[in-house]
C-alpha cells in the first residue's frame, strides 16, 4: 500500500513537472516567435520611416520622419523618377500577361489533368522543363530574333508594349498550367459527366461546369503571374530602351544609376511600390496559399 | 497505327487546348534556347554581333576559355562567381528551410495572435525582390546603415562597424535578404502540409516515449517529404538563377558585388550585356544550365519514392 502511494506521488509529481516543461516550452517558443516577427518586419517598418525622412538624414544616419518631408517624398518620387510614366507602363503590361498567361494556361491545364493523350508526358516534362533554362540564355537570342522580325517582317519587337507582353506571357504558362491542372484535377470526374449526360459537349461541359468551380484555383494563378511579373527586371531591362515602355523596377534601377544618393525618393517609391501588391495578396491571400499548396501537399 | 489514329481522334481537344501553350514555349523558351546553345559554339562579339547566327564558328572555344583558359579574366570571375552561387544556395536553402519548418511548427499550435502572427510573416515575401536589393542595400551601409547602428551602437555586439557592401561579407550582405524573402512561402507550404499530418501519429508515438527531437525525425519529417522536396527543387533553381537582389544592391544598379558576393547569374549577364561577349555569355549560360540539370537528377534520384505525380 505504501509503495503504491509512493509510485502515484512520484509519477504525479514527474507529470506535473512535464507539464510545467511543456508550458514553459510553449512560451518560451512563442516570444522566440514574436521577436523573430519584430526582426521581420523591422525592414519594411524601416523602408516607410526612411520614406519619411529627408535627404541629409538617411546620408548622415539621424532619420527623422516629419509630416512635411512626406509631402516632399511622395510628391517629388512622380515628378523626379517619372514614376507615373512607370507605373502605368507596369500596369499595362502586367494586366496584360496575366489575362493571356492565364487564358492558354487554364486551357492547357485542364487538357493535362482530363486527358491521357500521347505526348501528354512529354508535355508535362516540357512545361516543368522550361524552368530549368536559364534566362539568360535565351535572352540574346530573343532579341536579336525580335530584331529580325522587326527587320524582315517590319513589326516593330523591341521596345513595344506587345514585345514585353508576349514574353512575359509565355514565362509564366508553365508554372500556371501546373497550379491549374492540380485544381482540375481535384474536380470530381462525375460533376462532367452528369453535365455531358445533360446535354454539354466536352467543351461547354468545361465552360459551363468545371471553370466555375476552378475559379480559385484560378484566382491563385493569376496572382502568381501578377507578383512575377511585377518583379521582372532583367528581360524588360534589356528589351526596352525608352521610357514609354519601361517598367517600374527599370525605372527604378535607372534612378539608382543616376541619382545615388536619393533614398529619400527611392524608399518612397519602393513603399508605393509594394503597396498594391501587399494589397493584392492579403485581400486575395485565402485562394494563393490554397492554390500553392494544394499543388505542393498532392505532389 | 490505328490505336494512334484514335487515341489522336478521341483527345483531339486536348492537343487543341495545348496548340496556345506550346506555340508560346516554343517561340519564348525553345526555339531562342536552341540558338543560344548555337551561339555558345560562335564567336560572337561587339564586332560579329551583326551577323548573329553567321558569325564565325569556334567549336568548343568559348568553354575552354572559361574553363581552361589562364590570360582571360573572364575565367576568375565566372569561377568566383560559381563558387558563391553554390554557397549562396546551400545557404539560403538550408535556412529557409530549418526556419519554415520551426515557423509552421509553431504557427500550428493555437494560441492568441495566430492570424495577426501568421500575416505579419507573410509580408516580407509580397515585397518586390529589386526593392528588397535596394532596401537592405540601404540598411547594409556601413556608416549610416541601420544595421551597423544596431549591431555596434544599440546593441554592441560588434567592436566596430564592418564593411558588408565590399569584401569577404558581400555574400552575407545578398544571402540574408534572400532568407528573408523566401522562408515566408516556404512556411506557408509546411505549415499546409503539417495539418495534414493527424494527431494520432504524435500521440501513437509519445506513448512510446518519443523526444520532441524523434517526433521530428521519424513522424514529421517522412510526412514532409514531397513537399520539401517540390521547395528544395524550385528553391535550388531559384537561387542558382536569382539576380534581382545582387542587381540591385550593388554598384548603383551595376549590379557588381565584387569577386566575394557576384553570382553566376550577375557575372553573365554583366559580360553578355555591358562587355558585349555573347559567345562566352552562352556558353557560360550552357554550363549553368548543364549543372542545374545535373542537380535536377540528383533531386530526381533523392525524392523519386516520395513524388506522386497524379
Known amino acids: 500500500m505504501i509503495t503504491d502511494k509512493v509510485i502515484t506521488q512520484n509519477v504525479s509529481k514527474k507529470y506535473l513537472n512535464y507539464r510545467q516543461k511543456k508550458k514553459i516550452k510553449r512560451y518560451l517558443s512563442l516570444t522566440m516567435l514574436w521577436i523573430f516577427i519584430g526582426i521581420t518586419i523591422f525592414p519594411l517598418i524601416w523602408m516607410v520611416i526612411s520614406s519619411m525622412s529627408n535627404q541629409e538624414g538617411l546620408l548622415t544616419g539621424k532619420i527623422q520622419p516629419q509630416l512635411k518631408n512626406i509631402l516632399i517624398n511622395y510628391h517629388d518620387m512622380w515628378t523626379n523618377i517619372n514614376f507615373g510614366l512607370y507605373f502605368k507602363n507596369s500596369l499595362i503590361i502586367d494586366a496584360s500577361t496575366t489575362i493571356i498567361a492565364l487564358s492558354i494556361a487554364v486551357l492547357a491545364g485542364y487538357a493535362l489533368a482530363r486527358f491521357k493523350f500521347i505526348g501528354s508526358n512529354l508535355f508535362g516534362i516540357a512545361t516543368l522543363g522550361t524552368q530549368m533554362i536559364p534566362g539568360i540564355l535565351f535572352l540574346l537570342p530573343l532579341y536579336l530574333i525580335f530584331l529580325q522580325i522587326q527587320q524582315t517582317l517590319g513589326i516593330k519587337m523591341v521596345n513595344t508594349y506587345h514585345g514585353i507582353i508576349i514574353t512575359y506571357s509565355a514565362f509564366y504558362i508553365p508554372f500556371s498550367i501546373w497550379i491549374l491542372r492540380g485544381f482540375f484535377a481535384s474536380i470530381p470526374l462525375e460533376i462532367e459527366e452528369a453535365a455531358r449526360i445533360d446535354g454539354c459537349t466536352q467543351f461547354s461541359a468545361f465552360i459551363r461546369v468545371i471553370l466555375p468551380l476552378a475559379i480559385p484555383g484560378i484566382i491563385a494563378a493569376a496572382i502568381y503571374i501578377f507578383l512575377m511579373a511585377w518583379d521582372e527586371l532583367l528581360f524588360a531591362w534589356v528589351l526596352t530602351t525608352s521610357a514609354d515602355v519601361q517598367t517600374i523596377p527599370v525605372g527604378i534601377r535607372l534612378f539608382v544609376g543616376n541619382y545615388q544618393n536619393r533614398y529619400d525618393l527611392l524608399m518612397a517609391a519602393s513603399t508605393v511600390v509594394t503597396i498594391p501588391v501587399a494589397l493584392i495578396f492579403f485581400l486575395l491571400q485565402k485562394y494563393f496559399i490554397s492554390g500553392m499548396t494544394a499543388g505542393a501537399v498532392k505532389g | 497505327m490505328d490505336y494512334l489514329k484514335q487515341n489522336f481522334k478521341k483527345n483531339k481537344l486536348a492537343y487543341i487546348l495545348i496548340l496556345p501553350a506550346i506555340v508560346a514555349m516554343l517561340m519564348i523558351h525553345f526555339i531562342p534556347m536552341a540558338e543560344g546553345l548555337y551561339i555558345s559554339l560562335l564567336k560572337l562579339n ?81 515585397v518586390p525582390s529589386y526593392v528588397v536589393g535596394l532596401l537592405w542595400g540601404f540598411m547594409w551601409r556601413q556608416d549610416s546603415g541601420i544595421i551597423n547602428k544596431i549591431l555596434v551602437d544599440y546593441l554592441h555586439i560588434l567592436p566596430n562597424k564592418p564593411f558588408w557592401l565590399i569584401g569577404p561579407n558581400v555574400i552575407i550582405a545578398i544571402i540574408i535578404p534572400t532568407i528573408w524573402r523566401s522562408f515566408p512561402m516556404t512556411m506557408i507550404m509546411l505549415l499546409a502540409a503539417l495539418q495534414t499530418i493527424s494527431d494520432d501519429y504524435y500521440e501513437a508515438a509519445e506513448i512510446d516515449g518519443a523526444t520532441g527531437w524523434q517526433k521530428l525525425i521519424y513522424v514529421t519529417l517522412p510526412f514532409l517529404k514531397p513537399v520539401i522536396g517540390t521547395l528544395i527543387l524550385f528553391g535550388m533553381i531559384g537561387s542558382i538563377y536569382s539576380y534581382n537582389i545582387v542587381a540591385m544592391m550593388f554598384g548603383n544598379g551595376a549590379g557588381y558585388p565584387g569577386d566575394w558576393g557576384d553570382l553566376v547569374m550577375t557575372n553573365i549577364s554583366r559580360n553578355s550585356f555591358n562587355m558585349w561577349q555573347f559567345g562566352t555569355g552562352a556558353a557560360a549560360s550552357v554550363m549553368l544550365m548543364i549543372g542545374v540539370l545535373a542537380l535536377t537528377g540528383i533531386w530526381y534520384k533523392v525524392f523519386k519514392d516520395s513524388l506522386t505525380m497524379q
Open chain 2, 46 to 126: 561587339q564586332y560579329t554581333l551583326l551577323k548573329f547566327l553567321h558569325a564565325p564558328f569556334i567549336g568548343l572555344e568559348n568553354f575552354y576559355t572559361i574553363l581552361f583558359d589562364p590570360s582571360s579574366t573572364l575565367r576568375i570571375g565566372f569561377m568566383d562567381a560559381v563558387r558563391n552561387t553554390i554557397i549562396y544556395t546551400i545557404a539560403t536553402n538550408l535556412s529557409v528551410l530549418i526556419i519554415g519548418l520551426w515557423l509552421a511548427h509553431v504557427l500550428k499550435q493555437q494560441f492568441i495572435g495566430r492570424g495577426i502572427a501568421r500575416t505579419l510573416l507573410l509580408l516580407p515575401w509580397v
